[in-house]
């Protein structure tokens, strides 16, 4: 039977999972050969012994054996299907879903599930060899007493662990500060401890997990991974504020990196000298592919919400089918100019390649005006920066979008499907449509608010010195290793230092008074 199963069974079953798009059908048959087979043999085995002749209790100590070997392998068997199909292909689809749960779970199931599978079969593997129990749990309950007293500091970092992966402040990846100071990436969850790589010392800490749930913690990366910025700058005291304040507002304007008005950055970015023309220019053609993509933004919320409004107003009196497929006409042409691939997740299914390769094939086939296309533009020309071109930046950049744009091409077809099915009001089909309306602008791309333009605010004089704050948000803290943030700090002060002369100003130098010793009169220096 092993071998009819081995070269029949199996065989049949390999020719037919290479003809199926997905390849977790090969996963599981390379998985369940061997341990299947060693089942059927050893239940072979013991279907043999009643034939061997051999002493009753020899030959029940045998056939308990040899089953509990199969348990044991049963529970290995199943052990390998979870990590090898469930969580391996959860741990791809949780790259492409929107939700953080599959992020949390999928660490849960593969850290405890082994010590679950274990303990299972360990179990039943104890029963079935005749081994009482009860005494046995009534020991391994005062050892537990006894070792939890003894090992509460690890059980404690356990616990928290198991806290921090449920209700989690964070996810992978995430930029934290301690409350120290100190600025670390989250790199893993552990099972007593959680690793934090230091961004500045360029090393690895180990923190126990129970001192990390007590920490308070500042997500640098929540709601947006932009980061606020000041920059101070000092002029002499008798400078004009407003010329100032113009020529300061200008410099923050003119830099390609900082979140703001698009239009004015535009006129702007080619007077920021101190950068290299390759960046200038490339930071031109970014922010008109940025402004693009805000436009179309802005225009499809709009038109999903007007849209929702019609439905509003014929569903009160029930849709009748000629309304349905104007309401569907109306949707179709704005799924086009969404960009919609019809049953995007059964293409995707079988889609072999990674992610960035499937968006780029859906996007080729989509409107080169719709939205997906136009963000896809807008990825690819960011990656390019001179600053980000060829490293892991452009590669994160790339595989984050492309899971954005997934959700978007899932969301409109999804509603093309709801809305070709509508026969009730109970559907309603409007606030679906709003959903989407609001879900575009605030989780797939957000233009920038008003409250997020650079500005420069001026803080007084001290000391026979103007001082002036610059505020302004860096796109994204995460590029360049985390440098980005004191990079474009830099290069502000830089800028601001070469323009000063130009228009007339100098940076301040502050006044002390002196007093000599002695009763002398007070000097200014």
């Given at each position: 039977m092993a071998l009819i199963v081995q070269l029949i069974v199996f065989g049949l079953l390999r020719r037919?999972?290479?003809r199926t798009e997905t390849d977790w059908e090969d996963v599981v048959i390379q998985v369940s050969r061997r341990p299947l087979t060693l089942v059927i043999v050893l239940l072979g085995m013991v279907n043999s012994l009643d034939h061997l002749g051999l002493h009753e209790v020899l030959s029940d100590v045998v056939h308990r054996w040899t089953i509990a070997v199969v348990i044991a392998i049963v529970t290995y068997w199943s052990w390998k299907l979870v990590k090898e199909v469930v969580v391996h292909y959860g741990q791809e689809l949780s790259r492409r879903s929107e939700t953080r749960v599959d992020d949390v779970l999928l660490p849960i199931v593969d850290q405890f599930a082994p010590l679950v599978f274990s303990l299972v079969g360990g179990t039943i593997i104890l029963q079935y060899l005749g081994v009482k129990l009860d005494a046995l749990l009534v020991a391994i309950g005062g050892a537990a007493f006894i070792l939890a007293f003894a090992l509460q500091d690890i059980l404690s970092n356990v616990f928290s662990g198991l806290s921090l992966l449920v209700d989690t402040p964070f996810k992978y990846g995430d930029l934290v500060m301690l409350e120290d100071g100190k600025v670390c990436q989250v790199v893993r969850i552990g099972v007593r401890v959680t690793q934090l790589y230091?961004?500045?010392?360029?090393?690895?800490?180990?923190?126990p997990n129970s001192k990390l749930a007590n920490e308070r913690l500042v997500n640098l990366m929540q709601p947006t991974p932009e980061l606020v910025s000041t920059v101070t700058v000092e002029l002499q005291g008798d400078a004009d504020v407003e010329q100032a304040r113009a020529l300061l507002t200008d410099v923050l304007d003119g830099h390609p990196d900082l979140v703001g008005d698009i239009?004015?950055?535009?006129?702007?970015?080619?007077?920021?000298e101190i950068l290299e023309a390759e960046k200038r220019t490339q930071g031109l053609v970014r922010l008109r592919a940025e402004q693009s993509v805000n436009q179309a933004v802005t225009a499809s919320a709009q038109a999903l919400r007007d849209l929702a409004r019609a439905v509003r107003r014929r569903e009160r009196g029930g849709l009748s089918r000629a309304e349905r497929a104007e309401l569907l006409?109306?949707?179709?042409?704005?799924?086009a100019s969404l960009g919609r691939i019809e049953r995007i997740d059964k293409r995707l299914d079988g889609h072999r390649g990674g992610?960035?390769?499937?968006?780029?094939?859906?996007?080729?086939e989509l409107p080169q005006e719709s939205l997906a296309a136009r963000t896809w533009d807008w990825v690819d020309v960011w990656t390019q920066d001179p600053d980000l071109a060829g490293s892991e930046d452009a590669e994160r950049l790339r595989a984050q979008w492309a899971g954005r744009v997934l959700a978007l091409l899932r969301r409109v077809d999804g509603l093309h499907r709801r809305l070709a099915r509508a026969d009730s009001l109970e559907q309603r089909l409007d606030d679906a449509l709003d959903d989407l309306a609001a879900w575009i602008p605030d989780d797939f791309k957000q233009p920038a608010p008003g409250w997020k333009h650079s500005g420069v605010s001026f803080r007084g004089v001290s000391n026979g010195v103007q001082e002036y704050a610059l505020f302004f948000y860096v796109d994204d803290i995460e590029l360049e290793h985390f440098f980005r943030q004191s990079r474009v700090e830099g290069q502000v002060r830089r800028e601001v230092m070469?323009?000063?002369?130009?228009?007339?100003?100098?940076?301040?130098?502050?006044?002390?008074?002196?007093?000599?010793?002695?009763g002398g009169q007070p000097a200014q220096t």
């Amino acid at each position: 039977m092993a071998l009819i199963v081995q070269l029949i069974v199996f065989g049949l079953l390999r020719r037919i999972a290479s003809r199926t798009e997905t390849d977790w059908e090969d996963v599981v048959i390379q998985v369940s050969r061997r341990p299947l087979t060693l089942v059927i043999v050893l239940l072979g085995m013991v279907n043999s012994l009643d034939h061997l002749g051999l002493h009753e209790v020899l030959s029940d100590v045998v056939h308990r054996w040899t089953i509990a070997v199969v348990i044991a392998i049963v529970t290995y068997w199943s052990w390998k299907l979870v990590k090898e199909v469930v969580v391996h292909y959860g741990q791809e689809l949780s790259r492409r879903s929107e939700t953080r749960v599959d992020d949390v779970l999928l660490p849960i199931v593969d850290q405890f599930a082994p010590l679950v599978f274990s303990l299972v079969g360990g179990t039943i593997i104890l029963q079935y060899l005749g081994v009482k129990l009860d005494a046995l749990l009534v020991a391994i309950g005062g050892a537990a007493f006894i070792l939890a007293f003894a090992l509460q500091d690890i059980l404690s970092n356990v616990f928290s662990g198991l806290s921090l992966l449920v209700d989690t402040p964070f996810k992978y990846g995430d930029l934290v500060m301690l409350e120290d100071g100190k600025v670390c990436q989250v790199v893993r969850i552990g099972v007593r401890v959680t690793q934090l790589y230091d961004i500045y010392a360029h090393a690895l800490i180990y923190m126990p997990n129970s001192k990390l749930a007590n920490e308070r913690l500042v997500n640098l990366m929540q709601p947006t991974p932009e980061l606020v910025s000041t920059v101070t700058v000092e002029l002499q005291g008798d400078a004009d504020v407003e010329q100032a304040r113009a020529l300061l507002t200008d410099v923050l304007d003119g830099h390609p990196d900082l979140v703001g008005d698009i239009a004015r950055k535009l006129e702007r970015v080619d007077q920021f000298e101190i950068l290299e023309a390759e960046k200038r220019t490339q930071g031109l053609v970014r922010l008109r592919a940025e402004q693009s993509v805000n436009q179309a933004v802005t225009a499809s919320a709009q038109a999903l919400r007007d849209l929702a409004r019609a439905v509003r107003r014929r569903e009160r009196g029930g849709l009748s089918r000629a309304e349905r497929a104007e309401l569907l006409s109306s949707y179709e042409a704005l799924a086009a100019s969404l960009g919609r691939i019809e049953r995007i997740d059964k293409r995707l299914d079988g889609h072999r390649g990674g992610l960035e390769e499937f968006i780029q094939a859906c996007v080729a086939e989509l409107p080169q005006e719709s939205l997906a296309a136009r963000t896809w533009d807008w990825v690819d020309v960011w990656t390019q920066d001179p600053d980000l071109a060829g490293s892991e930046d452009a590669e994160r950049l790339r595989a984050q979008w492309a899971g954005r744009v997934l959700a978007l091409l899932r969301r409109v077809d999804g509603l093309h499907r709801r809305l070709a099915r509508a026969d009730s009001l109970e559907q309603r089909l409007d606030d679906a449509l709003d959903d989407l309306a609001a879900w575009i602008p605030d989780d797939f791309k957000q233009p920038a608010p008003g409250w997020k333009h650079s500005g420069v605010s001026f803080r007084g004089v001290s000391n026979g010195v103007q001082e002036y704050a610059l505020f302004f948000y860096v796109d994204d803290i995460e590029l360049e290793h985390f440098f980005r943030q004191s990079r474009v700090e830099g290069q502000v002060r830089r800028e601001v230092m070469r323009r000063l002369p130009g228009a007339g100003l100098r940076a301040g130098v502050p006044r002390r008074d002196v007093r000599l010793v002695g009763g002398g009169q007070p000097a200014q220096t």
